[in-house]
Nanobody, 126 residues
Framework: QLQLVESGGGLVQPGGSLRLSCAVS????????IGWFRQAPGKEREGVSC????????DYIASVKGRFTISKDSAKNTVYLQMNSLKPEDTAVYYC???????????????????WGQGTQVTVSS
């Protein structure tokens, strides 16, 4: 059964850190690109980061570069998103998603992803 389960969200003060986890079952993170996306209230979903199946390519949107780091643990079949220096504008529901790789390396565009998790809430507030 294909399943992606996010965890690690919560309430954090500005400047704080969180590490999100995306536990994957039914497919291998070594054979699929994994992306992180977020959706804030009243806003469109946006791509945040991705790691390709071979772990040779990662990408980030400009607003999180230098603050967020994506990584994966193949033994645990899990992908992480380390989020540092969090800002109120990072508040959103965060989703992970999987796609079969092709010639397009690790796009951070939701329509390219086939399997999605249920999301985890991240709230950055004092």
């Amino acid at each position: 059964q294909l399943q992606l389960v996010e965890s690690g969200g919560g309430l954090v003060q500005p400047g704080g850190s969180l590490r999100l986890s995306c536990a994957v079952s039914g497919l291998s993170v070594d054979r699929h690109d994994i992306g992180w996306f977020r959706q804030a209230p009243g806003k469109e979903r946006e791509g945040v980061s991705c790691v390709d199946f071979s772990n040779s390519h990662t990408d980030y949107i400009a607003s999180v570069k230098g603050r967020f780091t994506i990584s994966k643990d193949s033994a645990k079949n899990t992908v992480y998103l380390q989020m540092n220096s969090l800002k109120p504008e990072d508040t959103a529901v965060y989703y992970c998603a999987a796609r079969q790789p092709n010639t397009l390396a690790c796009p951070i565009i939701g329509r390219y992803y086939q399997t999605w998790g249920q999301g985890t809430q991240v709230t950055v507030s004092s």
